[in-house]
């Protein structure tokens, strides 16, 4: 074989191997741009779908403290809040992706939401409970929105769960 020729076929050799080395980078660039693009996308997402379930926390919260006792405007209102925010937060949270824990316990804390009125409690404390139970649900989704852990229950918090278990406790046996 010729030098020319077997110079040709390694310049070939080389320009095939430079084309495919290309392409593969060209690929696997691509790949990894679509894999960031796709968590950017859910960070959105997740952030977005949190800050929705805050804002309806919130919401709740600034309903319940402007319903006036005796009121049946007021009390009418909060009801039809309630029942409106109840059909919309599970969804609201549903959505937030990687949030199984956080869910869980918002999840929690929105369980013990209408205790109050079971309990027999005054307007007053019924006040102080739905408040309580929101701002104990807003600071768990700031926490996860800050990507924080999340804090421990608050000890008013705990003191409610406490109640609803004696009550639970009573309800089932009376004696």
């Keep these: 074989m010729q030098i020319e ?10 320009a095939v191997v430079g084309a495919g080395g290309a392409l593969l980078g060209g690929w696997l660039q691509q790949r990894h741009q679509a894999k960031t693009a796709k968590e950017q996308r859910r960070d959105e997402r997740r952030f977005t779908a949190g800050r929705t379930a805050l804002d309806m926390r919130i919401r709740l ?11 049946a405007e ?44 079971s309990l027999g409690q005054t307007y007053s404390e019924a006040n102080g409970w739905i408040d309580l139970t929101c701002k104990e649900a807003i600071e768990l989704l700031s926490a996860f929105l800050r990507e924080e852990p999340h804090p421990p229950r608050s000890r008013p918090f705990m003191d409610q769960i406490g109640m609803v278990q004696a009550h639970l406790r009573a309800r089932t046996n009376p004696s």
């Design 61 to 71: 919260r600034r309903v319940a403290a402007t319903r006036s006792e005796g009121n």
């Design 74 to 117: 007021s009390e009418e209102a909060w009801v039809d809040e309630l029942v409106e925010w109840a059909t919309t937060f599970d969804a609201a949270l549903l959505v937030v992706p990687d949030g199984d824990e956080m869910r869980e316990r918002v999840f929690e804390v929105v369980r013990h939401l209408g205790f109050y009125d």
């Design 5 to 14: 020729t077997l110079v040709g076929l390694i310049g070939f050799g080389g």
